[in-house]
């Protein structure tokens, strides 16, 4: 069974700032899930959240019908492995000991490895096509091989529940359709229920099962891409006419902005 990954009515902030205002989450278990919105909407204060770093101040987070809150750090982390935005280079890791380090929370006592962990590196390495350089440094890749490397390090963890903020931010064109493809793959051919935040609609629309519209700390829709990615929504998410056509492909909505942006929007 694939896992569950829920957000009841959360709410959640810095302080005494509140961003996340009733959000209610439920990724699609064994799929993806793409969370969308402008610029500190919330979205990497949701995943944080809902990998637990960030606390909800009400409301909760449920792992495969627990919570969330009640589990220890190494028990959360065998269940969902989460990747922040931007991550920074580490310096002398050849691929595969960072990938290593996705490891930590299944190592046994004294954090011995063991015969086990070097498979789950191993295919780690290898469902993200990334054996071919596990000896290189990480610091001498190109942005794609690194950004799979990453992920790769986050699948060693070999979790039911899968979060990834930003993963195509930086990439070329090429590198962010290898990444989504990845991303697909990881749910449909090894059930993993994966969340990530993208900025691009229409690659929100070419691989989400669901998409979650964020604006300004709550959810303003989630759904299918067909139903979720309107231009009446995007208008009011983003503050930008968007005009909605089916690819001619494909079929899925994709998004032609026109027009200016409304004041608000260009003031945040
Ligand atoms: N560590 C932090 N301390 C205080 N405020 C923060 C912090 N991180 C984010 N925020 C604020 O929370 C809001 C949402 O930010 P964020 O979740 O990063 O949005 P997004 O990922 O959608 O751009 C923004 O107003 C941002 O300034
Ligand atoms: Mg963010």
Redesign the pocket.
Known sequence: MPSTLVADSVHA???S?P??RDVSVDLTPGGVTV?V????????????TLARLHDPTAGAVTVDGEDAGRLRGRELARRLAFLP?GSPIPAGLTVRELVGHGRYAHRGALGRVRAHDHDAVDWALEVTGTTAFAGRHVDGLSGGERQRAWIAMVLAQQTGVLLL??PTTYLDLRYQVEVLALVRSLADEHGITVGL?LHDLNQAAAYADQVVV?SD?TVLASGTPDQVLTGATIETAFGLPVHVVAHPLTGRPTCLPYGSPAPAAMAS
């Open positions: 902030g810095y302080d700032a961003v996340l969370l919105g402008p610029n500190g909407s919330g979205k990497s204060t949701l995943l944080r935005q903020d930003e935040v964020l700390g």
